[in-house]
């Protein structure tokens, strides 16, 4: 006789933003968000380029919430989201989970600072109400945040940077918990923008404000002067969330791994461009300024592209090989960054290698 089918996991997320507020349903709120006024936020509301960042960054994790709130993994049903920001977080144990349902609160970067001051309260009742608790990182979280050891005991999954954890750090974390070193990936929903076949013979550079160092200016000044208007340099922080789409007619992005360069832990990360400009169909070039690690694997799977540090002549040749990458070159790492290099897809991946009742 055939068993019955498996009844899939039932599993219902809900996201910590701080530019949230109560606790409510991921889709009433990404609805409200073109239209949510950041300068409220702000420390000085005068000060134009505070009040642009402050838009970046809330429309950044807002995609995050929209990536959760589309969760999907064969094995488990992903009900819809929530959000909850610092107001709210009372409101997680107002109403027990119901028996059929999975609980799990996903935290994100340096957030969890934003309530250390409530921490060892909230996550030990987290852990009381059966809620699971993952942490993404995807940066030096066990090395440099203040409120890592009130944390730690009440993870099921964290998602780290590539270099090892913090000794008293790991020792800190539960038996059998889930620790993943996967730094940063795209914060879009899969396949999002379609496949261009016949991009523009451009690069473009998607640099940032607090990166553009002498070293990136004496490259993006070299790439001018060589590919004149076949290179486009945006460097004043980053490019908005609804604006990535419109990448997607170029062939080949500029992204630089990590930032200043001044620390070893900054020197040792890199940022999301390389892996959205995937997903969008663009050929990421990135320097190796980093030995080993996930871009280091990526390229020599033909992935990437990746130059010597600082060696222009080496920069131009990838440049010219990213651009000359043909078009089932382009679409297989289309496919491959949009199934793998996602946050929802880790996410889901995670949370299916933690059963109910692991």
Not at 104 to 119: C, D, K, R, S
Not at 188 to 200: M, R
Request: net charge positive; aromatic share 8%.
């Amino acid at each position: 006789m055939t068993p019955p089918p498996a009844i899939p996991r039932r599993v219902r997320v809900t996201h910590f933003n701080c530019w949230a507020e109560q606790l409510e349903d991921a889709a009433a709120y990404l609805q409200r968000l073109p239209a949510f006024d950041v300068i409220k936020r702000v420390s000085n509301p005068h000060d134009a380029r505070l009040v642009r960042m402050a838009r970046l960054d809330c429309d950044w994790h807002g995609e995050n919430m929209r990536v959760f709130n589309a969760l999907a993994h064969p094995s488990i049903e992903f009900l819809p989201a929530r959000i909850v920001g610092l107001k709210g977080l009372a409101e997680i144990f107002a109403k027990p989970p119901p028996l059929d349902e999975e609980h799990w609160f996903i935290l994100m970067g340096q957030h969890p600072q934003a309530f250390a001051h409530v921490a060892p309260k909230f996550f030990s009742g987290l852990t009381l109400a059966g809620i699971r608790v993952l942490f993404y990182a995807f940066d030096e979280a066990s090395r440099a945040m203040p409120c890592f050891p009130i944390v730690a005991p009440h993870l099921r999954v964290l998602i780290h940077d590539e270099s090892p954890l913090a000794p008293t750090a790991r020792s800190l974390l539960p038996p059998g918990c889930l620790t993943v070193h996967r730094s940063w990936v795209a914060n879009l929903l899969p396949f999002a923008e379609p496949f261009c076949e016949t991009p523009e013979q451009k690069i473009v550079f998607l640099g940032s404000e607090l990166g553009y160092t002498p070293h990136r200016k004496r490259q993006v000044e070299f790439l001018q002067k060589k590919f004149k208007d076949r290179f486009v340099a945006i460097h004043d922080h980053s490019l908005p969330v609804a604006a990535r789409g419109s990448l997607t007619r170029v062939h080949a992005s500029l992204c630089p791994e990590g930032r200043k360069f001044t620390t070893p832990a900054m020197s040792a990360t890199h940022t999301d461009r390389p892996f959205w400009s995937g997903c969008l169909g663009l050929v990421p070039i990135s320097e190796d300024s980093r030995t080993g690690g996930r871009l280091e694997s990526l390229h020599r799977e033909g992935l990437i592209v990746r130059y010597p540090h600082g060696n222009l002549a080496a920069l131009a040749e990838a440049c010219e090989r990213a651009l000359a990458t043909p078009l089932a070159e382009r679409r297989r790492l289309y496919d491959y960054f949009n199934r793998h290099e996602t946050v929802g897809a880790v996410v889901a991946e995670a949370i299916a290698a933690c059963p109910p009742s692991a």
